[in-house]
């Protein structure tokens, strides 16, 4: 089955690390990504850039808005994610309590969820 | 470059919605994904079942806790996401407001980060 990892942190605290601090947790964050890469569990894992560069997108009633920023003003941010393939529910909580940044921040946990066509759709 | 697109949807409006409303919602979501791949945009999308499914995992002094539910309790929640290449951020909040899923609920467009080894 896949999960997603949904890696939650204050950016405030990412950002006060000192430039070797930050290395560091980049090293290990990767190191991590490439262990799960061998053990055949990792099928992709991004970080985002800041919610300061991210844009809302709305449609209603035909109507595109666009606004900046990101969707939902936190304390914590969405700073990345794993996808995973994992057999249940139990190994991803496992692997995902192995990502350096559980330390620091949380890990939201979600399977994925496979989309079914219609009949109309199935040829 | 690379953007992220997180769809962020009210579930109970997506609950109440009549069943073949939804599969159109679906079957929407689905053609999308074609015709973004067809386009050369897509690189990877992924519904998420409901946030109650979730478990929110922290690592403490060594222990990790883990806590039934999604990370934050909000009236919108992440519902899926998108990974896709576009020019630039115009392009791809052009292309995300194209999602139909759009209509109903919200897309934050938000850039990769590439992290290199030091």
Redesign the interface.
């Known amino acids: 089955m896949k999960y997603v990892c949904l890696v939650y942190l204050v950016e405030k605290e990412m950002e006060a690390m000192s430039e070797s601090e930050a290395d560091a947790c980049t090293d290990e964050s990767l190191a991590y990504d490439d262990a799960l890469r061998r053990t055949g569990q990792l099928i992709m894992a991004h970080a985002l850039a800041p919610v300061e560069m991210a844009t809302t997108v709305r449609v209603r009633k035909g109507k595109l808005s666009a606004t900046d920023g990101p969707f939902a003003e936190t304390t914590e941010q969405l700073g990345g994610f794993l996808l995973i393939e994992a057999r249940d529910l139990n190994e991803a909580i496992q692997a995902a309590s192995r990502i350096p940044l559980a330390r620091r921040g949380s890990i939201e946990v979600r399977p994925i969820k496979e989309l079914k066509p219609s009949a109309r759709r199935v040829r | 470059m690379?953007f992220?697109f997180?769809i962020?949807h009210d579930e109970k409006t997506l609950d109440a919605l009549p069943g073949k409303e939804m599969?159109a919602l679906?079957?929407g979501?689905?053609?999308y994904d074609q015709e973004i791949r067809r386009s050369g945009h897509y690189i990877?999308s992924?519904?998420?079942?409901r946030?109650r499914?979730?478990?929110?995992?922290?690592?403490?002094g060594g222990k990790?806790t883990?806590t039934d539910g999604?990370?934050?309790e909000?009236k919108?929640q992440?519902g899926?996401?998108f990974?896709v290449e576009a020019k630039d951020?115009d392009e791809?909040?052009a292309l995300?407001?194209r999602f139909p899923p759009?209509?109903l609920g919200?897309?934050?467009?938000?850039?990769?980060?590439?992290?290199?080894?030091?």
């Open positions: 690379k992220v997180l962020y599969q679906v079957d979501a689905l053609d990877v992924n519904a998420l079942q946030a499914t979730a478990r929110t995992v922290r690592v403490r990790a883990t999604p990370f934050a909000t919108e992440l899926g996401f990974l951020m791809a909040c995300a407001a759009a209509r919200i897309v934050e467009v938000r850039p990769v980060r590439e992290l290199e080894h030091s």
